[in-house]
């Protein structure tokens, strides 16, 4: 973790001695006392942070030393106060000390105290102290303090309800946002009367105030709001923006702080009618008579709205475009949060809204806005009774499909998703349907995006989208593949190290083969489950095997097949559950050729075929003829040992009339004659040139289902015993071509003499082989006609002390 050096100074810091400690503290102590504080006080600080902070227990520093450590909280140097607050956040405050700085000079404040000051805060009443005095620095003039305190007042408060919402009193909130509706609507007009020294906009000193500006260079001709530009700012345009970034942070606050009296019901509020306000929006006397917090509503409305009208202007800078952008953002997030808490703001907000979409929503450099407006939608759009069809076409179509490689726009999208996924279901049809867009984002940035798969998929799962799911979710390492092509198709010309042209973007371009790219690359559910023509994609697709995206995609897809299955067991009936198995069997040998993944598929599939089949017995019956074909073929024996041999005991298992009822004699046979062929030709020859052996698991499972299904039918009983006789005489000869190694060679004897034992009594073999419900699912200590409850409780009373 620690670099070599890092770790020795660590190891230092923790073995200091107490004497040595004292010492450095002294000295410490000392410089902070001298009028110029250098790089060896800076060099002590840092030293004394890492003492501080290397051991696990905290520290009291000796009252000289402390008491040199507060003045530099507010040091012009920054340097300086963030070493001081390190240090302070990890030491003990001296007794009777707690915040006793903070009511000297209130003023002082800056970021890093307010980090102390949240660390060291000894209970909620310190924290609504703090509130309260910081809340009467607010209503100080500028002649009562500095006026880089009064910008800082705002996002150190900022902070505190973030930390703790509920130190907030109503009072407190009262004030505040009475001061925001001040700052917010009735920030002056004029520029500053000098530059600013940093922060949104920058530039030479005009000694005359001038009116401010819009981004196109027009006069402003309304309130000021943070898309107005000047050549210098006042104190209360400053704050003005400082109230516009908290604006929507301290809204949504609002429910979290515990309120004395109730807001003022809805007959109270102002009667407003459903016309469409202008969007350079005049101040209403009327809303002057509104509750402090409903007027702060009505003040954040206008607020909004006069940005939105700002945004259509075309900047004369890059730079301001971009500002122009997230404030549309944040505009539009706020008008959410508002019309939450007052309805009757929707209908006054709604054509604003909706004009925004239609102004935006060809341009897909909007694409971080239209999202908050998606937002907008869903949470009002049904009050409205407003069509969202154009809306979600444009989410779950042209973003997925057109922004696929947008790291921004696949992490909102998907975040989007989680956060409104009950309401997505219940009210927006085009969500499920768009999974294979969805996918796309998984596709091309497996590793960033699967957690929110993991929680999305699930919803993703109907019966009618199962099929069509899972053949998606096997062809992800291809449509990770289609992705790269799809940008790579306008480059040219596209070649390898080597210098040799790809082949499968050849294949791409091709007109003849551009379906099976197409199918991909679909946008909505319901064409189809799968393509007929999946080997040629995968022949296609070959030497995009071990591209690094396509690696990543696929070791991503067998985690959340589990999910996939787990969530389809739950609303599957028998008639998709035989469906799913016939996939699952199909698509066995219809992967993409990569390893690794093909044997990870297979795990899960024989996972949850076998889960398939425990949960409704009968689809083995159902399906006896797919299975029974799938493992009557020898080849799957070495190709797909893990999925073949679940298949093999689930036919050895369920295959009975105790499972089913039209289970026949006939059927019976027929499997044991499948089987018997298939254990028959692998034990008597030796492997297929360029395959391994036979996993002992497969021939041991072979094994136990023909003397499952002999001991059901007794007249296959005898075939059964010659070939276990047959095998222990095979065996005593020494090695035999199917199993090289020893060990194996000798359980898998073992394991054959222990069913030709039982099948010598055939009504033991079958109690044994094929068990009654009772005794594969005992609960003999509940059942009081048996002893076991007895001996149970007798055994508990002895070894338990009394």
């Not at 008491?67 to 530099?72: E, F, Q, R, T, V």
């Not at 703090?130 to 705002?154: F, K, N, V």
């Amino acid at each position: 973790m620690y670099s070599h050096g890092s770790e020795s100074l660590i190891k230092q810091a923790r073995d200091i001695q107490e004497a040595e400690l004292k010492k450095f503290y002294r000295r410490l102590a000392k410089l902070l006392q001298g009028k110029e504080l250098g790089h060896e006080a800076m060099d002590s600080l840092q030293r004394l942070h890492l003492i501080l902070s290397a051991t696990k227990f905290t520290r009291t520093l000796p009252a000289e030393l402390q008491k040199g450590l507060l003045p530099l909280l507010s040091s012009p140097v920054e340097q300086l106060q963030l070493l001081s607050s390190a240090v302070l956040r990890e030491t003990l405050p001296l007794s009777g000390e707690e915040l006793n700085y903070t009511q000297e000079d209130v003023l002082q404040l800056n970021s890093h105290t307010a980090a102390l000051l949240l660390s060291q805060a000894g209970s909620r009443a310190d924290l609504s102290s703090l509130c309260a005095q910081l809340l009467r620095s607010l209503e100080s003039r500028q002649s009562d303090g500095p006026t880089h305190s009064l910008m800082q007042t705002l996002p150190i408060l900022n902070t505190i309800i973030t930390h703790s919402p509920e130190c907030l009193t109503e009072d407190h909130l009262t004030l505040l946002s009475k001061k925001i509706v001040d700052w917010l609507r009735y920030a002056s007009i004029t520029q500053g009367g000098g530059a600013s020294s940093g922060g949104f906009f920058t530039g030479p000193r005009s000694r005359q105030p001038v009116p401010t500006a819009e981004l196109d260079g027009t006069v402003s001709g309304d309130f000021f709001t943070v898309l107005c530009v000047g050549q210098g700012f006042t104190d209360d345009q400053w704050m003005n923006v400082y109230s516009f970034s908290m604006l929507r942070h301290w809204l949504l606050t609002y429910h979290s702080v515990p309120s004395g009296s109730t807001i003022a019901d809805a007959d109270d509020r102002s009667e407003v009618d459903g016309s469409v306000v202008s969007m350079v929006s005049a101040t209403s006397s009327s809303s002057r008579l509104l509750p402090p917090k409903e007027r702060l509503r009505e003040k954040a409305f206008q607020y909004c709205l006069r940005l939105i009208e700002q945004s259509d202007r075309k900047a004369l800078k890059r730079t301001d475009t971009e500002l122009q952008k997230a404030c549309l953002v944040e505009a539009v997030c706020i008008l959410d949060c508002v019309c939450v808490e007052d309805t009757s703001l929707v209908y006054r907000t709604f054509p604003c809204v909706k004009a925004l979409f239609g102004r935006l929503s060809s341009d897909l450099t909007f694409a971080r806005v239209l999202l908050p407006i998606a937002q907008f939608y869903l949470n009002h759009g049904e009050m409205a009774a407003v069509d969202c069809e154009s809306v979600w076409k444009l989410v779950f179509g042209r973003f997925p499909a057109e922004l696929f490689n947008s790291p921004f726009l696949a992490h909102e999208l998907l975040r989007f998703l989680r956060l409104n996924l009950e309401s997505l279901q219940l009210r927006v049809p085009e969500y499920t349907r768009s999974f294979p867009n969805l996918l796309k984002f998984l596709a091309w940035d497996s590793p960033a995006v699967v957690d929110d798969f993991v929680d999305l998929l699930p919803s993703l799962v109907t019966a009618e989208t199962a099929v069509e799911l899972l053949h998606t979710m096997l062809d992800l390492p291809c449509l990770s593949a289609t992705l790269l092509l799809q940008l790579r198709s306008t480059c040219s010309p596209i070649s390898e190290p080597g210098g040799r042209g790809l082949l499968s973007l050849d294949a791409f371009r091709s007109a003849s083969l551009r379906g099976l790219f197409l199918y991909l690359l679909r946008t909505e559910a319901g064409s189809g489950d799968t393509i007929d023509r999946l080997s040629t994609l995968h022949e296609l697709l070959a030497e995009a095997a071990d591209w690094p995206r396509v690696v990543q995609c696929a070791q991503t897809v067998p985690v959340l097949l589990h999910i996939f299955f787990s969530a389809v067991v739950m609303i599957a009936d028998e008639k998709l559950s035989a469906h799913l198995i016939l996939v699952m069997l199909e698509r066995s040998s219809l992967l993409l050729n990569i390893p690794t993944y093909i044997k990870e598929i297979h795990r899960v599939f024989s996972c949850h075929l076998l889960r398939l089949c425990k949960l409704r017995p009968s689809l083995v019956v159902d399906q006896s003829h797919e299975l029974l074909e799938f493992a009557g073929t020898t080849a799957n024996v070495y190709s797909k040992d893990e999925i073949y041999t679940h298949v093999v005991w689930a036919l050895g298992e369920y295959l009975s009339v105790s499972s089913d009822s039209r289970c026949s004699v006939r059927l019976i046979t027929s499997c044991f004659e499948a089987l018997e062929a298939v254990l028959f030709e692998i034990t008597s020859s030796a492997p297929p040139p360029g395959a391994a052996c036979p996993v002992p698991r497969v021939i041991t499972t072979l094994m136990s289902a023909l003397a499952k299904l002999a001991s059901r039918s007794h007249d296959l009983i005898p075939r059964v015993s010659l070939f276990l006789s047959k095998l222990r005489t095979v065996t005593r000869g020494g090695s035999v071509a199917w199993c090289t190694d020893e060990e194996d060679l000798v359980a898998i004897v073992m394991r054959g003499e222990e069913l030709w034992s039982l099948l010598k009594t055939p009504g033991v073999a079958q109690s044994v082989l094929t068990p009654p419900p009772h005794v594969t699912t005992p609960q003999w200590h509940r059942d009081t006609n048996l002893s076991m409850p007895l001996q149970l409780r007798t055994l508990t009373s002895l070894t338990h002390t009394q």
